[in-house]
């Protein structure tokens, strides 16, 4: 019987907008390289409140919709408590960015077969920043043999 | 080698209304200090239709305008045929909180590691009760060495 | 010590609807039994952009409610980019599918105990197809002892 290995890894990057999808696969399919397990589980978690990590086709046009789509499915400017100073210390209104984070998900538990991530062909593991620009950490469990 | 294990344990709570969103962030890294695992995966579901779990931000103006926003998003009363006792056994209707349950999500996958639950400064793992007041189990899955 | 097992099995089925919700509890238990892991952890995610799993209660009406809450929080012809074949190359318009299948979610995380699936009495692991009729592909990943 191999050895059951666990590794965590974090990595950080730079958003540049206020709102923007990033394409990560390449990263975390590089860490579960290093981490040299063949089959498993990896999970992906944003150690944010206000980002997004899903699993979704990334294509430029998309992108853009879902944008449009996020501002109309949680609006801007409702009124939010949350971004009053009276009910809360936050620096900057942020609740819309938290309740669309909310909506999208924030992990992502995949299977490792053959020492592949098990995605399909138009699937790639996809960042959201929602109230960028910010550096994020992005965490990765992987667990296997 | 270490040996691996495998937990699972289930807790029950009340909830006290229709809607509430409750931090069991403690409850949860509890089960998982008696578990004494240090490197792992921990899952958290819930084993019920109409409450949902997920890591956010518990701030008590943020939960607020949860509410407000879930009911925005998933209208009450819009003539649901689950609501109806013509296609529908069920004791009362339920189904915006149903819907609202599979918009936020109802498990959590999160990394153990150093012993600690890999989670961010602002993130509480939260479970949302969305048709109270109720008892409800939550059920916790640690795997890990 | 028990030796570790990761098993990954992934199964076709034909939607038959452009919007169809499967009840797929079945085929994943019975692929559990035939795996013969008693304890651990399973993932099911969809290889697909334009498709959604989830845990949620099966019942016709309930089915009926949720493609109309889902007509309704992602509109079907909102000018989407990703729709228009001068910013993209698909065949055609999904893009309501995609936003539709990120609100629902695309992967199930669950806990085996027992030899059992660790799911609540009115919950059935759901498939939703969201641009059918289409041949689709499920990915299970099972680890554990």
Do not use: W
Request: charged share 25%; proline share 1%; with cysteine.
């Amino acid at each position: 019987m191999q050895t059951l290995k666990v590794v965590r890894q974090t990595f950080t990057m730079l958003s540049e907008k206020r709102t923007q999808v990033i394409d990560i696969t390449k990263q975390i399919r590089d860490i579960m390289l290093s981490a040299d397990i063949k089959e498993g589980i990896l999970l992906v978690n944003s150690l944010h409140t206000t980002c997004a990590l899903f699993v979704n086709e990334f294509q430029g046009a998309l992108v853009e919709d879902l944008k449009t789509m996020l501002e109309r499915l949680v609006v801007d400017n409702a009124g939010y408590k949350h971004d009053d100073h009276r009910y809360s210390v936050c620096e900057r209104g942020n609740t819309a960015s938290e309740f669309r984070a909310a909506v999208l998900g924030r992990n992502v538990a995949l299977g490792i077969s053959g020492g592949e991530l098990a995605l399909g062909k138009f699937q790639s593991i996809l960042f959201a920043e929602l109230d960028g620009p910010r550096s994020r950490s992005i965490d990765i469990q992987i667990m296997g043999v």
